[in-house]
């Protein structure tokens, strides 16, 4: 029976199918819409603006010629937006990435400096191979580890390396040493030596900056102070004053693969492997916080494939591993975009840009890219997130100082190590130190909450213990379980009972646990006392049956609720006197 296609059609399905595997972003733009085009367009003008400054002050960030970050954002914003999923997600140089970059290529060039920009290409496509290696492995729990609070303490600790790096610009003073606080006090001791020109240059546009986000948040504030500070240099005749940036090629790269050593590939898989990381967690929390916000829903395997087509396309045009920026991003989002065609639009500009532009940045003095950079350094520290954290919950502000700490002592790229570190050892406190409470009644219902919550009309009913365990019971934590039931029963004023055992948090159980639920069986027959489980999940019921304890425990003694456990215990008849209400839940 025919199918209403014509036989040529099935070939042609057949290839838009593989297209559509192959750049599902770009098979996504069969079904754009004409009267998205121009929120796009006018989204993409905006980006721009903030793009070309922040790009060229990413480079020198990097290390690098400041024109790598344009070329860093072009092959990365084309090719991001024909593989990724988020149809926000703005792709190019990014901050962290450049700290990155400076630090690793920085001490395989030291002596011959021209090599730099081919081993940040060629670190590039390194990073691509290993987020394409993510995908392949399914990589995408590592994004689970980085935790609001380990990314509120990570962007603090950047912040001040960040800032810290560019004081030596503001003040034309070379800093000396590796790490932040090295930089620091090399251009404190010669702060005599500060150039007069080029702290007026940042001190200016660091107002403008600061005046138009404040007043005019519109108006595109670093693009303003970036074109102010070059055409006062330009008109001023101050080129020889202060350190510009000085003479660009114009045109746009022909692609093409770095010219490195045999031994270069081998020396940065450690870097590759390690931006790669930094640039999915990154990017995929900026991608999931647009995508929430508009219920979508981001795919980690296409981010990885997407992430890893915007690094070779930024390696291969000679520019550095691209990565994702959150200021740009929510840019793009804020302009009412539609589509990743407001990122397209922002890199034929970046390539006009490249090709009318250039001959201006001969008079851009690097105070005012140092002073711009510092402007977003300071804006990444999120004191609101801060307090609110050390407010709610001090051990994720714990977490989150930890991080902080570690980006500052140890790097920015191990800082992440550290975070992910802090992470694992608060799940395995959870884990080993599980939430534990002592169940009351809600006077007047048949709720039962723990007597931790701020109910004044919770009552414990003599001879009885209601007891919820919120965690899975396995081999770390089923001690707890056994020494604190114990512990309550011994303690008691009144001599309990029966002991109800809320499993409802239990929402695993191995061999161990259920062995330390035999135990416990055990210790309460010795003292006389009945249990009674309440809330048993079908799979623990089963470990239970297998190992023989719930024939101990008898499946009289297991009830769906708490009230059903109550109500089958020996004091049942003194809860039945009481009036008994509508329930509502068993808390």
Same mark, same amino acid.
């Given at each position: 029976?025919?199918?209403?296609?014509?036989?040529?059609?099935?070939?042609?399905?057949?290839?838009?199918?593989?297209?559509?595997?192959?750049?599902?972003?770009?098979?996504?733009?069969?079904? =754009?819409?004409?009267?998205?085009?121009?929120?796009?367009?006018?989204?993409?003008?905006?980006?721009?603006?903030?793009?070309?400054?922040?790009?060229?002050?990413?480079?020198?960030?990097?290390?690098?010629?400041?024109?790598?970050?344009? =070329?860093?954002?072009?092959?990365?914003?084309?090719? =991001?937006?024909?593989?990724?999923?988020?149809? =926000?997600?703005?792709?190019?140089?990014?901050?962290?990435?450049?700290?990155?970059?400076?630090?690793?290529?920085?001490?395989?060039?030291?002596?011959?400096?021209?090599?730099?920009?081919?081993?940040?290409?060629?670190?590039?496509?390194?990073?691509?191979?290993?987020?394409?290696?993510?995908?392949?492995?399914?990589?995408?729990?590592?994004?689970?580890?980085?935790?609001?609070?380990?990314?509120?303490?990570?962007?603090?600790?950047?912040?001040?390396?960040?800032?810290?790096?560019?004081?030596?610009?503001?003040?034309?003073?070379?800093?000396?040493?590796?790490?932040?606080?090295?930089?620091?006090?090399?251009?404190?001791?010669?702060?005599?030596?500060?150039?007069?020109?080029?702290?007026?240059?940042?001190?200016?546009?660091?107002?403008?900056?600061?005046?138009?986000?404040?007043?005019?948040?519109?108006?595109?504030?670093?693009?303003?102070?970036?074109?102010?500070?070059?055409?006062?240099?330009?008109?001023?005749?101050?080129?020889?004053?202060?350190?510009?940036?000085?003479?660009?090629?114009?045109?746009?790269?022909?692609?093409?693969?770095?010219?490195?050593?045999?031994?270069?590939?081998?020396?940065?898989?450690?870097?590759?492997?390690?931006?790669?990381?930094?640039?999915?967690?990154?990017?995929?929390?900026?991608?999931?916080?647009?995508?929430?916000?508009?219920?979508?829903?981001?795919?980690?395997?296409?981010?990885?494939?997407?992430?890893?087509?915007?690094?070779?396309?930024?390696?291969?045009?000679?520019?550095?591993?691209?990565?994702?920026?959150?200021?740009?991003?929510?840019?793009?989002?804020?302009?009412?975009?539609?589509?990743?065609?407001?990122?397209?639009?922002?890199?034929?500009?970046?390539?006009?840009?490249?090709?009318?532009?250039?001959?201006?940045?001969?008079?851009?003095?690097?105070?005012?890219?140092?002073?711009?950079?510092?402007?977003?350094?300071?804006?990444?520290?999120?004191?609101?997130?801060?307090?609110?954290?050390?407010?709610?919950?001090?051990?994720?502000?714990?977490?989150?100082?930890?991080?902080?700490?570690?980006?500052?002592?140890?790097?920015?790229?191990?800082?992440?190590?550290?975070?992910?570190?802090?992470?694992?050892?608060?799940?395995?406190?959870?884990?080993?130190?599980?939430?534990?409470?002592?169940?009351?009644?809600?006077?007047?219902?048949?709720?039962?909450?723990?007597?931790?919550?701020?109910?004044?009309?919770?009552?414990?009913?003599?001879?009885?213990?209601?007891?919820?365990?919120?965690?899975?019971?396995?081999?770390?934590?089923?001690?707890?379980?056994?020494?604190?039931?114990?512990?309550?029963?011994?303690?008691?004023?009144?001599?309990?009972?029966?002991?109800?055992?809320?499993?409802?948090?239990?929402?695993?159980?191995?061999?161990?646990?259920?062995?330390?639920?035999?135990?416990?069986?055990?210790?309460?027959?010795?003292?006389?006392?009945?249990?009674?489980?309440?809330?048993?999940?079908?799979?623990?019921?089963?470990?239970?049956?297998?190992?023989?304890?719930?024939?101990?425990?008898?499946?009289?003694?297991?009830?769906?609720?708490?009230?059903?456990?109550?109500?089958?215990?020996?004091?049942?008849?003194?809860?039945?006197?009481?009036?008994?209400?509508?329930?509502?839940?068993?808390?």
């Amino acid at each position: 029976m025919s199918d209403g296609r014509s036989p040529a059609a099935a070939p042609a399905t057949r290839v838009a199918t593989f297209l559509g595997r192959l750049l599902p972003g770009a098979a996504e733009l069969r079904h =754009y819409h004409l009267q998205w085009l121009r929120p796009d367009l006018l989204a993409g003008l905006a980006v721009w603006a903030i793009l070309v400054p922040q790009g060229l002050a990413y480079g020198e960030l990097a290390g690098l010629s400041p024109v790598t970050g344009l =070329y860093t954002a072009l092959g990365a914003l084309v090719l =991001y937006g024909l593989v990724g999923s988020s149809r =926000y997600l703005h792709v190019g140089p990014e901050s962290s990435v450049s700290i990155v970059t400076a630090a690793y290529v920085g001490g395989l060039v030291t002596g011959a400096p021209e090599r730099a920009a081919a081993l940040a290409s060629l670190l590039a496509l390194v990073t691509a191979g290993f987020l394409l290696m993510g995908a392949v492995l399914r990589l995408g729990v590592i994004a689970r580890l980085l935790s609001t609070p380990v990314l509120v303490g990570y962007l603090t600790g950047s912040a001040v390396v960040i800032a810290s790096s560019q004081l030596g610009k503001i003040l034309a003073i070379p800093p000396s040493g590796d790490q932040w606080w090295e930089k620091v006090v090399s251009v404190a001791a010669h702060v005599a030596d500060a150039n007069v020109y080029a702290i007026v240059v940042a001190a200016g546009s660091l107002i403008v900056v600061v005046v138009l986000l404040h007043w005019a948040p519109r108006v595109p504030a670093i693009l303003v102070a970036i074109s102010a500070a070059t055409a006062v240099v330009g008109l001023a005749g101050w080129e020889n004053l202060l350190p510009v940036v000085g003479h660009v090629p114009a045109g746009v790269p022909t692609p093409s693969l770095p010219r490195v050593r045999p031994g270069d590939l081998l020396n940065l898989l450690g870097a590759g492997a390690s931006v790669a990381v930094l640039v999915f967690a990154s990017s995929m929390l900026t991608a999931t916080a647009l995508a929430r916000r508009d219920r979508e829903h981001v795919s980690a395997h296409r981010e990885f494939l997407g992430l890893a087509a915007a690094s070779v396309g930024s390696g291969l045009l000679q520019g550095y591993p691209a990565g994702s920026s959150d200021s740009r991003s929510f840019v793009v989002a804020d302009s009412r975009a539609r589509s990743q065609i407001a990122n397209f639009t922002a890199a034929a500009l970046v390539v006009v840009t490249l090709l009318v532009l250039t001959p201006a940045f001969r008079y851009l003095p690097q105070a005012a890219l140092g002073a711009v950079v510092l402007v977003a350094a300071v804006r990444m520290i999120d004191l609101v997130a801060l307090r609110r954290l050390w407010r709610v919950r001090r051990s994720d502000f714990l977490m989150a100082a930890v991080t902080m700490g570690g980006v500052l002592i140890v790097g920015v790229l191990p800082g992440i190590g550290v975070g992910i570190g802090v992470s694992l050892l608060e799940v395995l406190r959870r884990a080993l130190l599980p939430h534990t409470a002592v169940l009351g009644r809600v006077a007047g219902h048949q709720t039962w909450r723990g007597t931790e919550d701020d109910h004044g009309d919770l009552r414990l009913i003599p001879g009885l213990l209601v007891y919820r365990f919120d965690a899975p019971l396995f081999f770390a934590n089923a001690d707890v379980l056994r020494h604190q039931v114990t512990r309550l029963v011994d303690a008691a004023d009144t001599p309990v009972r029966t002991v109800v055992l809320d499993a409802e948090g239990m929402v695993d159980m191995d061999i161990t646990g259920a062995e330390t639920l035999g135990a416990l069986l055990d210790d309460l027959e010795e003292r006389g006392i009945r249990l009674v489980l309440a809330r048993v999940r079908t799979s623990l019921q089963t470990t239970l049956s297998r190992l023989g304890v719930e024939d101990r425990i008898g499946t009289g003694n297991i009830h769906l609720s708490v009230r059903g456990a109550v109500d089958s215990a020996s004091d049942a008849s003194a809860v039945a006197t009481e009036p008994q209400p509508g329930t509502s839940g068993d808390g």
